[in-house]
């Protein structure tokens, strides 16, 4: 079946799709069924008898072939290639048992693909010269989606069918409108992970909206740091934080940890430090109506880790909170008309939750140099023991810092992230589990090349870096 349902092999000029020419009919052999009212039975009996075509987005119930019985509403049920119309030798008993009662027939049924029903995969593979693939590498077909925006990372060996990929993604993916290639890598052309593009298809439109965890974010997609791909990392950390926590996202871009933990009622002193994202950070607070709990900044995360510790310490001595009323079910329940109103039940009242004096968290989702910001936690809560155990109830913050590290099979990466952690933090950390004293819990997040792997870095921060003295000026 896999050599007779392939598309065609075509070899257009570069940069040329012609869908005309994947149109391809497949001989097969189907089941006319005489009594319309059976065909579910006959369905039915053909699928245990393993009789049926199974391929993925082909209808099996059709209309006859002959057009005067399709207008008296005869249907067929089309049949695997292995079984001939001709060659009543390749039919199946169950077959054979109908023909016999004239209940069915077997026919010959011509199937006609075309372009539309091909995939990408599909497509590329008939387009593109066989020795531009390997047994690793495959086709380019990965990219970022960001709203209606796919961008690409095109290899070299690529780039003279670049135009021809592109069109073929927007066809085969109808959320996407607009392809872009980037052109230089993030972080060496700008440091804040902006990078140089070109369209490849559709309008130069990259005012995108996104939605993830519950929450919209609109942005200038060209402009700030977006990877959908990181949407699991995201749900993992909003998952651990808690209720009435402060979480301190030093480098919190647009807000996909932000938003969704202040949603989840999480107080998060959110900071950028790029202008842009500082812009649609704010804006995106807004329109998710999280600004109770997201402070937005624009700093140098190394020059807010210790700030966003003394800010949050005096708006909870200033005793500021967030007002939070009944939610939906409790409104639905208390409406007039409401079926499940208890006239007898107190009308919820409005909670306040007070900000906590510490921060529980610090996120440092910028890989490529996060752990050279560790050796600005020393001094972060210097004079303040009181707050902690053994004398409260409070641990110290959790650090989780993300970086690359090279990909290998043993532990080396792990080793090697423990040892550039202890290097800034100048305490000796170990890989092992994050509650744990000087310990580190390491996660891979994802693949970002053939020879690099993204983690998330994770341990509590040690006293004798919280509470040593601070450094007189900014390190």
């Given amino acids: 079946m896999s050599n007779l349902l392939r598309p065609p092999v075509i070899r257009s000029a570069l940069g040329v799709l012609d869908r005309s020419l994947f149109s391809k009919t497949v001989s097969l052999a189907a089941a006319s069924v005489a009594d319309k009212r059976n065909i579910a039975a006959w369905r039915q009996k053909l699928l245990k008898d393993n ?4 391929l993925e987005r082909i209808q099996g119930v059709v209309s006859h072939p002959d057009q005067t019985l399709a207008s008296q509403g005869t249907k067929c049920l089309l049949l695997d290639p292995k079984i001939r119309a001709q060659e009543p030798e ?4 169950i077959l054979h048992e109908g023909v016999a009662s004239k209940e069915i027939g077997v026919i010959p049924y011509d199937l006609t693909l075309d372009y539309d029903y091909w995939s990408y995969e599909d497509v590329m593979k008939s387009l593109l010269p066989s020795d531009l693939r390997d047994e690793h590498d495959g086709i380019p077909q990965g990219f970022n989606q960001a709203g209606h925006v796919a961008h690409m990372n095109l290899r070299e060996r690529y780039l003279p069918y670049r135009k021809l990929i592109a069109e073929v993604i927007v066809d085969k993916n109808p959320a996407v409108k607009t392809v ?3 052109v230089a890598n993030v972080g060496t052309e700008s440091e804040f992970r902006t990078f140089a593009y070109e369209v490849l298809a559709g309008p130069d439109d990259l005012n995108v909206e996104a939605r993830e965890n519950n ?4 942005f200038d997609y060209s402009k700030v740091y977006w990877n959908s791909k990181l949407e699991g990392e995201h749900s993992r950390l909003i998952d651990i934080f808690q209720p009435g926590e402060v979480v301190c996202d030093l480098m919190a871009g647009i807000g996909p940890f932000a938003v969704p933990a202040g949603k989840k009622g999480v107080f998060v002193w959110a900071n950028d430090y790029n202008p842009e994202s500082y812009r649609y ?3 995106n607070i807004k329109r998710n109506k999280v600004w109770q709990y997201v402070r937005p900044f624009n700093q140098d995360g190394r020059v807010f880790i210790r700030e966003a510790a003394d800010l949050v310490y005096a708006a909870s001595t200033n005793g500021e909170y967030a007002v939070s009323g009944p939610n939906r079910r409790e409104q639905r329940n208390r409406h007039p008309n409401s079926k499940t109103t208890d006239k007898s039940a107190p009308i919820p009242k409005s909670k306040r939750t007070l ?11 910028l890989p490529a140099s996060a752990i050279t910001f560790l050796s600005h936690f020393r001094g972060l809560y210097a004079g303040r023991e009181q707050l902690f155990a053994p004398h409260a109830g409070t641990k110290l913050p959790m650090i989780h810092v993300h970086c690359f590290a090279a990909k290998a099979d043993d532990d080396s990466p792990f080793t090697d992230i ?3 952690i202890s290097t800034e933090i100048g305490v000796e950390m170990k890989f092992g589990e994050a509650e744990n004293a000087d310990e580190v819990s390491i996660l891979e997040v994802r693949n970002v090349a053939p020879n690099k792997r993204m983690f998330c870095a994770s341990f509590r921060l040690p006293p004798e870096v919280a509470f040593a003295d601070r450094p007189s000026r900014p390190l």
């Avoid at 009789?51 to 199974?54: A, E, I, Q, Y």
């Avoid at 929450?215 to 609109?218: G, N």
């Fill in 180 to 182: 872009i290639n980037k």
């Fill in 90 to 93: 390749t039919w199946t008993p």
């Fill in 215 to 218: 929450c919209v974010f609109r």
């Fill in 355 to 365: 900000i906590p004096p510490t921060i529980s968290h610090f996120v440092m989702n």
């Fill in 51 to 54: 009789s049926l075509l199974g």
């Fill in 281 to 283: 950070l704010g804006e």
């Fill in 418 to 420: 423990c040892e550039r």
